[in-house]
């Protein structure tokens, strides 16, 4: 079995940084492409972010330029350095790895940006 933690969220005013963190740990024989995820209240699941193995990374338009996703392999982790940070990135940003051949989320964690 693989589990999945994220940490770093927070609360923080609009124009400020958060970075968060992933890990991945358990019987792990293969990893894949780790990505983050949000969820606002009353909205989908989107993607934000992912990075392949080989660390080709791909962003939803709304956080280029804005948000930088990094990984150690050697250490199965993530993280998501986000800048300039508005509002409507306030949600519950989930992690999600694909191990094993299986696809595997954490708990979440939640980020909150004031104006």
């Known amino acids: 079995q693989v589990q999945v933690v994220e940490s770093g969220g927070g609360l923080v005013q609009a124009g400020g940084s958060l970075r968060l963190s992933c890990a991945a740990s358990?019987?792990?024989?293969?990893?894949?492409?780790m990505a983050w995820y949000r969820q606002a209240p009353g909205k989908q699941r989107e993607l934000v972010a992912g990075i392949t193995s080989y660390s080709r990374t791909s962003y939803a338009d709304s956080v280029k330029g804005r948000f930088t996703i990094s990984r150690d392999n050697a250490k199965n982790t993530m993280s998501l350095q986000m800048n300039s940070l508005k509002p409507e990135d306030t949600a519950v940003y989930y992690c999600n790895v694909q191990a094993n051949g299986g696809n595997y989320w954490g708990q979440g964690t939640q980020v909150t940006v004031s104006s």
């Open positions: 358990g019987s792990i024989f293969s990893i894949g492409t």
